[in-house]
């Protein structure tokens, strides 16, 4: 599913000096995982982020996904992977304001190249058990709710990869619950997850664990505990 | 397909926020209804100055000479005539090149005309039988007189509506008999009314007799007021004023330095500069119409640029979930170019009911003229492109990733 290799990410800072945020990272993902990446702010999970979800390319290296190595594509490429491969979940949600629930999950939908069935908005909407807010505009739908549209609006191109930034940061306990029981029924319908997250009892749902720590990969164990071979863990 | 959905988006994000589309639309509004009224009236003002100009001069494809010389523009002088034209010149013009055929003309003012102790003093024009053709004059009752009666100075007059009114209030004028400075004349005709020239005053107090009586046996006169050459090719009307005038020099054996003891005026020429002048007056207030227009653009350009900020998670959102730069390009494009747009066509709107009160305030026809308008959406079009790029650029560049952790 991904592959990566050798991946760097270098940016110019003002005044002349360059930061590396990303140093040289190599993994692989299989189709069907779900994966927690979790360390510090400044340990370049941002910037692995970005780059897994085609909004930023590698300075250096190679990004397989889906076959397709999309390292070097152009703007416009990554923008095709990014509308039919990948879904993103985000911390603020991100629906759009003024905007009913089933216009944002559709918003996908307009970037598609080719014919589309809107019908399709309202079938992922009731997925993820909100048909009968579909009406609704944003600003009327609990915290809870709002990710859920937001998940809704990820799943709606059936993508290869849900990338999902703090998914649960901003929900109390008991929505950040529902948010990853429903992330976990997706993970055994047989996506592919990643997860980034701070938090432990989130992180736990993932059945495996990159830690990242000054642009590297510190460890990637299973969530039992036991440190996988670096063979596929990469090299730390 | 895609485009279609992108089209909808635009309309769908415009209608989100309302109140900033309306602001956004009010500068091209006002602008777009400025030059609209502005270029209508520009454009009815000049219909009505040819209008009023072909309503005295009568037709484009002649040429009037007239004594006196000195000025060269403007209309002839009927009043105070030098006696430098002569008939004999007259017939040499008419044996140039290039000139179909000629009307001799001479005026008096101050004459009496009276019927049954009524009386007028009508302009009295002595003038030849081509007369009505060549000042497109129609006789509205009776008939004019011919080349015969002008030949055997027959003693007939055909009269203005004025003067039918002043002389005959309630009584047929045709075959009476009328005493122009106690010569008597028949009336054998009634011009058609012409209404106002120019300056406003009437056209239609005026009395015609043949050029030849008049010269015989009312003014005792061998010079003319005036003569008008008619063209064979209007569009040569400079190549014959300077014929006429080479002309008249050599038989007047004038020299240069010495200054012409003739006029020419060039209809054709004169109706050019008129009009000209007009345009003139009317490219200063479309450029402050543009002036506005531009304002109107510029406010576009900086709310979209206020917009774009305020929208930056909208953005960051479009972009991943597949939109390209070209994409948010597009869409923030189309929103100023709708904006502009239909800020255009309602400042049409509101300058065709200006039109309508401008018209009836100016006294001028309600000239409906389509080209202005047309125009005005085309430039308000091209207003929402050029000022609308900016900030469409700038949402393309956007960060996704800083505008959705935001």
């Known amino acids: 599913m991904i592959q990566v290799e050798n991946i760097r990410k270098t940016y110019a800072r003002a005044g002349g000096d360059n930061v590396e945020a990303l140093k040289s990272i190599s993994f692989d993902i299989s189709p069907g995982e779900f994966v927690a990446v979790r360390g510090s702010s400044g340990s370049?999970?941002?910037t692995l982020l970005n780059i897994l979800g085609c909004l930023d390319s590698p300075s250096s290296g190679s990004y397989h996904l889906d076959g397709e190595d999309v390292a070097r594509y152009s703007d416009k490429q990554l923008s095709r992977i990014r509308n039919a491969k990948i879904g993103f979940i985000f911390q603020?949600?991100?629906?759009?304001?003024?905007?009913?629930?089933?216009?944002?999950?559709?918003?996908?939908?307009?970037?598609?190249?080719?014919?589309?069935?809107?019908?399709?908005?309202?079938?992922?909407?009731?997925?993820?058990?909100?048909?009968?807010?579909?009406?609704?505009?944003?600003?009327?739908?609990?915290?809870?709710?709002?990710?859920?549209?937001?998940?809704?609006?990820?799943?709606?191109?059936?993508?290869?990869?849900?990338?999902?930034?703090?998914?649960?940061?901003?929900?109390d306990f008991k929505a950040g619950q529902e948010v990853m029981t429903l992330l976990e029924e997706l993970h055994h319908d047989g996506r592919t997850i990643l997860l980034v997250t701070h938090d432990d009892a989130v992180a736990a749902y993932a059945s495996r664990e990159l830690r990242l720590q000054d642009g590297k990969i510190l460890s990637s164990q299973t969530v039992s505990g036991v440190p996988l071979p670096p063979a596929i863990g990469g090299r730390p | 397909m895609k485009k279609v959905r992108l089209v909808r988006q635009a309309a769908l994000a415009l209608m989100r926020y309302r109140m900033r589309t309306i602001l956004m639309m009010l500068g091209v509004v006002v602008g777009i209804a400025s030059l609209a009224i502005l270029t209508s009236i520009g454009e009815a003002t000049k219909r009505e100055t040819i209008e009023r100009f072909k309503n005295m001069i009568g037709t484009f494809d002649t040429i009037m000479v007239r004594p006196g010389g000195g000025r060269s523009r403007g209309m002839p002088t009927?009043?105070?005539?030098?006696?430098?034209?002569?008939?004999?010149?007259?017939?040499?013009?008419?044996?140039?090149?290039?000139?179909?055929?000629?009307?001799e003309m001479q005026?008096?003012?101050?004459?009496?005309?009276?019927?049954?102790?009524?009386?007028?003093?009508?302009?009295?024009?002595?003038v030849s039988a081509n007369w009505l053709r060549l000042r497109s004059d129609e006789v509205a009752d009776g008939e004019f007189f011919t080349q015969d009666q002008n030949t055997s100075l027959a003693r007939v007059a055909v009269i203005g509506t004025d003067v039918r009114s002043a002389l005959f209030p309630e009584q047929d004028s045709l075959g009476k008999t009328i005493r122009i400075a106690e010569v008597p004349f028949q009336v054998i005709g009634i011009l058609k009314a012409r209404g106002a020239g120019p300056a406003?005053?009437?056209?239609?107090?005026?009395?015609?007799?043949?050029?030849?009586?008049?010269?015989?046996?009312?003014f005792n006169r061998d010079y003319l007021t005036m003569v008008i050459a008619q063209l064979k090719d209007p569009v040569q009307s400079d190549a014959a004023t300077n014929r006429v005038a080479g002309l008249l020099r050599q038989r007047h054996h004038i020299q240069p330095p010495g200054l012409d003891d003739f006029a020419i005026t060039n209809p054709a020429a004169t109706m050019a500069?008129?009009?000209?002048?007009?345009?003139?007056?009317?490219?200063?207030?479309?450029?402050?119409?543009?002036?506005?227009?531009?304002?109107?653009?510029?406010?576009?350009?900086?709310?979209?640029?206020?917009?774009?900020?305020?929208?930056?998670?909208?953005?960051?959102?479009?972009?991943?979930?597949?939109?390209?730069?070209?994409?948010?390009?597009?869409?923030f494009l189309l929103e100023a170019v709708s904006v502009a747009f239909v800020g255009g066509l309602a400042g049409v709107l509101i300058g065709l009911g200006g039109m309508q009160i401008a018209a009836r305030l100016e006294k001028l026809a309600p000239v409906l003229v389509w080209q202005p308008f047309a125009s005005a959406i085309l430039l308000s079009v091209v207003i929402g492109i050029v000022f609308g790029i900016y900030p469409a650029w700038k949402a393309s560049r956007v960060d996704p990733i800083q505008a959705l952790r935001s």
């Open chain 1, 44 to 46: 370049g999970k941002s």
């Open chain 1, 92 to 171: 603020t949600f991100n629906l759009l304001p003024r905007t009913t629930a089933l216009e944002n999950v559709e918003i996908p939908l307009v970037y598609f190249d080719g014919h589309v069935d809107r019908r399709r908005a309202l079938a992922t909407l009731q997925r993820v058990g909100l048909e009968s807010r579909a009406r609704h505009y944003a600003s009327e739908l609990s915290g809870g709710e709002q990710q859920r549209v937001a998940i809704a609006r990820a799943l709606i191109n059936s993508p290869v990869l849900i990338l999902a930034d703090e998914p649960t940061g901003n929900l």
């Open chain 2, 78 to 103: 009927l009043v105070n005539v030098p006696p430098t034209l002569r008939f004999e010149d007259a017939k040499a013009i008419t044996e140039l090149p290039g000139i179909k055929s000629i009307a």
């Open chain 2, 107 to 126: 005026s008096a003012f101050d004459i009496d005309i009276k019927y049954r102790g009524k009386a007028a003093s009508p302009a009295v024009f002595g």
């Open chain 2, 200 to 218: 406003g005053g009437s056209l239609d107090n005026v009395i015609l007799i043949p050029v030849n009586t008049a010269s015989r046996r009312l």
């Open chain 2, 273 to 331: 500069r008129v009009t000209q002048a007009r345009s003139t007056l009317a490219k200063i207030l479309t450029g402050v119409a543009i002036m506005v227009l531009l304002i109107g653009g510029i406010v576009i350009m900086s709310l979209m640029s206020i917009a774009v900020s305020e929208r930056r998670r909208e953005i960051g959102v479009r972009r991943s979930v597949g939109a390209s730069r070209g994409d948010v390009v597009f869409q």
